[in-house]
């Protein structure tokens, strides 16, 4: 295989775009100076971006090439999903250190097409530049949804259920396993998985946007503590959750037991989980549960949206849970 320098800046571009089917005309993809992209009539443009630096959001040593390139757009597709809505576009700009092995790229872009085909989603542009530092990734997507549908940070009411998809804190434990030097291959992979390719809610989003029956939306990757923290703040409320409600993985059951404390703070505030939270009227609880089961995948009611401006969470035994930090920041 050539080396990333015979290959140079263009080689590798033309690469990329032969590896990823493209817009066809009158759109117009990689290979001016910009792209051309029509969204469906009626409907409004849904853009979000994502930065993975090498050091902070990976580390290679953790697993494949193949499973960072599926979780750089994972990410992204999680903010559309969280948005209710449907993914059509993405840009991917990555800074390469010098000699870094094209078998990694190679491995990178398999990952990245894996999940691009699996949501329809076209590969536009994107910019390509060396890096002094690790590899940076960046993913921008654009989505599209008629405005009436999309679902926004800022509708929660006072006396909605608080709802959580999936189950929380595998993700968080498995870095936390990656961390210790567990890999691949072994009886962890349920929990390494959650943190290494994660799986975007995007049809659970926009099932739920199409029926109309939830008020606000976010997608958790700061913990569900901060994620909801946010729904509350743009919503101007406040909210209760109660921890012996949320949905744990069989995974987590097993490997917390083993702790002497149960470990909440992974749970509510470990971050990368790429669960929807979103708050309802209590009397869209059946039509929602109905969802969940086309949908094949656990909704759970984990709290209530208050009138005060705080996010609370009651330990089982009914006392208030004290974190020491909400979720995860960068500074
Ligand atoms: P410019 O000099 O204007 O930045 P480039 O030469 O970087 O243009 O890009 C040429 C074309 O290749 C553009 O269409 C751009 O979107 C695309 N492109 C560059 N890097 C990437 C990448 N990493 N992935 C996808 N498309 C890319
Ligand atoms: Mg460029």
């Known amino acids: 295989m050539k080396g990333l320098a ?21 759109e117009l993809g990689i290979g001016d100076d910009a792209a051309l992209l029509s969204p469906s009539a009626g409907r409004q443009v849904v853009v979000s971006t994502d930065l993975l630096a090498e050091g902070i959001h990976f580390d290679p040593g953790f697993g494949p090439a193949r499973l960072l390139g599926r979780k ?18 993405f840009f991917l700009s990555l800074a390469i250190p010098a000699g870094f092995s094209l078998e990694t790229i190679e491995g990178f872009l398999d990952g990245l097409a894996e999940q691009a085909a699996e949501h329809n989603c076209i590969l536009a542009g994107g910019d390509t530049c060396g890096s002094k530092g690790g590899l940076t990734i960046s993913v921008t ?27 929380l804190g595998d993700s968080a434990l498995g870095l936390k396993l990656l961390m210790e030097g567990v890999r691949l291959g072994g009886a962890h992979d349920p929990l390494l998985l959650r943190q290494l390719d ?8 926009l099932k739920l946007a199409e029926a109309g029956l939830v008020n606000a939306m976010i997608d958790i990757s700061d913990g569900l503590l901060a994620d909801l923290g946010h729904i509350c703040e743009q919503s101007v409320c406040g909210a209760e959750i ?38 309802a009227p209590r009397c869209n609880r ?24 705080q996010v609370q969470a009651i330990l089982p035994d009914g006392t ?9 920041t960068h500074f």
């Open 198 to 205: 994660p799986t975007p809610r995007c049809e659970l989003g």
């Open 320 to 328: 208030n849970f004290q974190p020491s930090a909400s979720g995860y």
């Open 72 to 89: 750089s757009l994972a990410v992204n597709l999680s903010d559309l999903a969280s948005m209710g809505a449907i993914p059509r576009w």
């Open 242 to 279: 109660l921890l012996g409600q949320l949905p744990l993985s069989p995974a987590l059951y097993t490997c917390s037991s083993k702790q002497p404390v149960f470990p909440w703070p992974l749970v509510i505030s470990g971050g990368e989980d790429y669960e929807l939270c979103f708050t």
């Open 141 to 167: 997507i654009m989505g599209e949804q008629r405005p009436e549908l999309i679902l926004k940070r800022s509708g929660a009411q006072p006396g909605d259920d608080v709802w959580v998809s999936g189950s």
């Open 286 to 309: 059946e039509a929602i549960q109905k969802i969940s089961k086309t949908a094949g995948i656990p909704l759970t009611v984990v709290g209530k949206v208050t009138n005060s401006r």
């Open 6 to 26: 015979e290959l140079g800046e263009f080689g590798l571009i033309d690469h990329i775009r032969a590896r990823f089917p493209q817009p066809v005309a009158p």
